[in-house]
C-alpha cells in the first residue's frame, strides 16, 4: 500500500493534536469494523460563526490519524457552511489521494466535523442549513445503507 507524501507527513506530524477546554462542539464517530475512533473539537465563535480552533483525538491506524489532522486544517479558519463542504472526497484530495482501503478513513474525518457541528448546533439550540444528523459508525456507510 502506498501512501502519499502528504498522508505521511500528516501521520508523522500531525497538526492540531488534543483537545479543547469548553469546545463549541464536540462529535466523536468510529468504524466498529476496523476499530478506529476520532473526535473532533471545535471552538466557534457564535457572532461570526468562524472556527477558531479544531482539535482532534484518533485512535486508529495511520491513514485515520493523518485524515483527521489534514480535516482540522481544512476547517480551521473557516465559517460553519465552509467546513460542512468538507467531505471525505475533499481531504483525501488535500492528501493527494489514499489507497482504496483506507478511504473510510476519510468518511470518519467529514462524520466527526459534521458531530462536532451537530453538538455545537444542538448546545445552542439551532439547527445549522445543511447538517444532518451523523452517523456514530461509519462502516454504516461503506455498505451503501444512506440514510
Known sequence: MAYSEKVKDHYQNPRNVGEIENASGVGTVGNAKCGDIMRMYLDIDD??????????????????????SMATELVKGKTIQDALKVTNKAVMEALDGLPPIKIHCSLLAEQAIHAALWNYAEKKGIKIEGLEKPVNDVSELEDGDEE
Not at 47 to 68: E, N, P, R
Request: proline share 0%; hydrophobic share 40%.
Open 47 to 68: 457572532a461570526t460563526g468562524i472556527i477558531k480552533d479544531c482539535k482532534f483525538k484518533t485512535f486508529g491506524c495511520g491513514a485515520a490519524v493523518a485524515t483527521s
